[in-house]
């Protein structure tokens, strides 16, 4: 089990820029499939994007395709989501999950990662 906190929500305008984090500890992070999924209110939790332990394979939603970039440094045990050209409907409660070697980058169901962070606000206003 690896335990993953996330961190750099907040309130932005629309057509600005946002990195989130997500921090790992407790199992060789370098092992785990990563992936980011937000939740809107009143919305099932979605798929955002996923990247395997090297960082040379990514997998997008078509929602945030070339305006998000997902990352990782095993070094730092940190994964990142850039988000650019924000928009309101990217609005949500974005999560950062792990799978082990088991994963995929096309894992795309919550149920298909095993740990999770707490979540962190995202808010971008028109």
């Known amino acids: 089990q690896v335990q993953l906190v996330e961190s750099g929500g907040g309130l932005v305008q629309a057509g600005g820029s946002r990195r989130l984090s997500c921090a790992a500890s407790?199992?060789?992070?370098?092992?785990?499939?990563m992936a980011w999924f937000r939740q809107a209110p009143g919305k099932e939790r979605e798929f955002v994007s996923a990247?395997?332990?090297?960082?040379?394979?990514?997998n997008y939603a078509d929602s945030v395709k070339g305006r998000f970039t997902i990352s990782r440094v095993n070094a730092l045990a940190t994964a990142y989501l850039q988000m650019n050209r924000l928009k309101p409907e990217d609005t949500a409660v974005y999560y950062c999950?792990?799978?082990?070697?088991?994963?995929?980058?096309?894992?795309?169901?919550?149920?298909?990662?095993?740990?999770w962070g707490q979540g962190t606000q995202v808010t971008v206003s028109s």
């Open positions: 999950a792990a799978q082990d070697s088991s994963g995929s980058v096309y894992y795309t169901h919550r149920n298909q990662y095993s740990d």
């Open positions: 407790g199992h060789t992070f370098g092992n785990y499939y």
């Open positions: 990247i395997n332990w090297s960082g040379e394979v990514t």
